[in-house]
């Protein structure tokens, strides 16, 4: 199957429809933050080779602003894509009181894509067995993958595209770093546990501060969730606001965080999987990555310049 290639720097935009009350300066703004968005995924899409040609991608819908965000920019993405591939939008109804139930049917019918609404009351089997004050995303998340696994079957989707942004993946490593003991984070790309499923991951270079201001700017009919949402002191939002901070007080540390991940050195980390320490030999060949004990270790690196913001996508 031939890869995608081409990130999208032109094409109909999403942001060109807005309204009659719509600002010059507010239709400016969609427009540029659109443009960086698209172009974003599009790297991703690319570098990891995230969707091929005739390909049935199941869109994960939850209605919150990372899954319609992505749905969108799907949508824009393969109207300029270089091959073929199908959208269809999946929401699993977890049956949570008070769940809105006419708000993505109606967003869908209106938005004319392909969708199923899968109706499964994982909410009554969550709240009857995690107990009170305990963290529910455990759990709920291995009932909705299962569910979302079997949907995907049913369907004939070729991948599971999910919502997680630049921001999910740098909280994941952290939380792996500081409460698991390990240097892990979600992939941008994986085959599932049950080794079936092509898990896609989009958005994986779109900071969440543009997808907060593009859902904002489109006006989507956000639903929140009712299981996770009010329970205090997740260690994730504790872990957010550590990143927000360093953001606000240290320009530029989150980016180079996020560039680090794709910069791995194994031979210069601690696990013995990765590197073979026993057979080390020093036998006089010159090694480009050899350790350098006695320099200083630098503290900064050039800018990603895959990363810079063009002039027509600055709001």
């Known amino acids: 199957m ?32 659109e443009k960086r968005i698209r172009r ?22 939850s209605g919150g602003k990372d899954s319609y965000t992505l749905l969108e920019i799907l949508m824009k993405i393969r109207e300029v894509a270089p ?24 967003y869908l019918t209106a938005l004319g894509i392909p969708f199923h609404i899968e109706n499964q009351d994982t909410y009554s089997i969550v709240k009857r067995v995690v107990p009170e004050g305990k963290t529910t995303c455990g759990l709920c ?46 992939p941008p790309k994986l085959v599932s546990d049950d080794g079936r499923h092509m898990v896609i991951r989009p958005l994986a270079y779109v900071p969440e501060r543009d997808i907060e201001k593009y859902a904002a700017l489109r006006g989507f009919p956000i639903i929140p969730c009712n299981l996770c949402g009010s329970q205090p002191n997740l260690k994730r939002a504790e872990t957010k606001q550590m990143l927000r901070d360093w953001e606000r007080q240290h320009p530029g540390r989150v980016e180079s965080t996020f560039r680090a991940l794709s910069q791995v050195v194994p031979t210069h980390l601690l696990d013995t999987t990765l590197q073979d320490f026993a057979g080390l030999r020093a036998d006089g060949t010159p090694h480009a990555d050899g350790d350098t004990a006695f320099d200083d270790v630098p503290v900064s690196a050039p800018p990603d310049t895959r990363f810079q913001t063009p002039a027509d996508e600055q709001d």
């Open 83 to 106: 091959v073929r591939f199908e959208l269809i939008a999946v929401n699993l109804d977890q049956k949570q009181p008070g769940f809105p139930e006419h708000v993505l049917p109606d």
């Open 2 to 33: 031939q890869p995608v290639t081409f990130i999208p720097r032109a094409g109909p935009s999403v942001a060109g429809d807005a309204g009659a009350g719509a600002t010059a300066g507010t239709s400016r703004r969609r427009i540029a933050l």
């Open 141 to 186: 998340s291995r009932l909705r993958r299962g569910i979302l696994y079997r949907v995907a079957d049913e369907l004939g989707a070729t991948k599971i595209a999910l919502g997680h942004h630049r921001d999910d993946i740098l909280e994941t490593f952290f939380l792996n770093l500081f409460h698991g003991g390990k240097l892990k984070t979600m």
């Open 40 to 61: 974003l995924t599009g790297m991703a899409i690319e570098h990891f080779a995230m969707i091929e040609d005739g390909d049935r991608i199941m869109v994960c819908l």
